[in-house]
C-alpha cells in the first residue's frame, strides 16, 4: 500500500476529477470532497478504486466552517497525514459588476476563497504530521488580468487565491510548499455549456496561440508536478496554463 496520500475539493468532476485520477495513476491514495453531485462522486471513486489504491470520498460545503471541520475530522479517521492537498472546488461567475448584488458578491468571495483558507486550515495538521507535503491552489487567469469573460466578483476571489497562496509559502515554509495553478478556458462540462457548438469551440480556441482549448487532464498534469517532489525547490509560484494567452 502506498504511504502518500492527496485530498482534493471538488473532486468529482472536471479538473478536480481528472487530479484525483492523475494522483491514483501515480500510486497516491486519495480523498476528496463533493458538494451536491453524489452520483458523479461515486463514480471518481470508482475510476480510483481501479488504479489499485485506498479511495475515501465525502460531502463538504468549503463555504461552511463547520462541513469543513467535520470532513477532515473524517479524512483525519482514515489517513495519517496528508502530503498534498488540492484545493480545487469553486463557482464560477459572469455577471457584470452593476447587476451583481452583495449576496451574489459574498457567495462567490466566499466559496472560492474563504473555503481556501477554512479547508487549508483544517488540513494543516494531517499536513504537518507527513514526511514532505505541499499545497497546490486552483486559481484562474481572471485572478491574473480583467480582460477575461468572468464577473468581477470572480476575478477578485481568484486574485485573493493567488495572494494567500504566496503569502502561505512564506509562513509554512520549509516545511510545506504552497503553489497555484491559473488556467483560461479549460474544456470542463461548466465551459462545454458556452462552447456548444464546433464555431464557438473555434472562436474559444483562436485567442490561444496553441489554437487549442485545455483539457481538464492538462491541468491535473501540472498540479501533480507542483505538488510533487519533481518540484522541490519551487513554492510561491503560479502556473500559468493558458495555451500562451496573455503571456505570449
Known sequence: MSENYVLVTGGDRGIGRATVLKFASEGFNVGFTYYRRRDEAVE???????????????QMDVSDEKSVAKALNEFSNKFPYLNVLVNNAGVFSISRFEDT???????????NLTGVYLVTKYSLPLLRKAPWASIVNVA????QTGNVF????YCASKAGVIGFTRRLAV?????IRV???APSF???????????????????AELHPLKDIAKPEDIANAIY???????????????????????C
Open 140 to 143: 484562474s487567469v481572471a485572478g
Open 101 to 111: 448584488s452583495i449576496e451574489e458578491w459574498e457567495r462567490i468571495i466566499k466559496i
Open 225 to 247: 508536478f507542483l505538488a510533487t517532489k519533481e518540484s522541490r525547490f519551487i513554492t510561491g509560484q503560479i502556473l500559468s496554463i493558458n495555451g500562451g494567452r496573455f503571456t
Open 171 to 175: 509562513e509554512l515554509a520549509p516545511h
Open 150 to 153: 468572468a464577473s468581477a466578483a
Open 186 to 204: 479549460v474544456e470542463t462540462d461548466m465551459v462545454k455549456e458556452f462552447i456548444d457548438t464546433p464555431e464557438k469551440r473555434k472562436r474559444v
Open 44 to 58: 471518481t471513486a470508482k475510476q480510483a478504486s481501479e488504479k489499485g489504491v485506498e479511495v475515501f470520498y465525502t
Open 179 to 181: 503553489n497555484a495553478v
